[in-house]
């Protein structure tokens, strides 16, 4: 049994007004892909920032930081900036994953 996505009424007609009902779903297809595409570029931005502040990749940033070789590890800045980073580095895996899915089932 599929799974189904509710689109308020509205929005649903305007789609189908600009797409056509056949077409409806691939344009949909189409618009996620975009989406997480667009958000796999901000994330790979926010953590380029990161990446040029500490003159290192998150691996290994997360190395050092594990063997007590960053400065101020504990500091409200690096502490803060630790999280963020792990955490926008957890999020792209993720997307990077839902992406491949998602075109992987568009080719079929």
């Known amino acids: 049994m599929p799974n189904i996505l509710e689109i308020d009424k509205d929005l649903y007609n305007a789609l189908v007004e600009s797409f056509g009902e056949d077409a409806l779903k691939e344009k949909i297809d189409d618009i996620l892909i975009s989406a997480i595409e ?3 570029e901000q994330y790979n931005s ?3 920032k990161f990446e040029e502040k500490y003159g290192l990749p998150f691996h290994e940033f997360e ?3 594990n063997g007590g070789k ?3 590890k ?3 800045e690096v502490e803060s900036d630790f999280m963020d980073w792990e955490m926008l580095e957890m999020e792209k895996k993720e997307l990077l994953s ?3 899915r998602l075109k992987g089932l568009k080719k079929k």
């Open 38 to 40: 667009s958000r796999l």
């Open 46 to 48: 926010e953590i380029l």
């Open 63 to 65: 190395k050092k930081w």
């Open 70 to 72: 960053i400065k101020d």
């Open 74 to 76: 504990h500091s409200y």
């Open 98 to 100: 839902a992406l491949s």
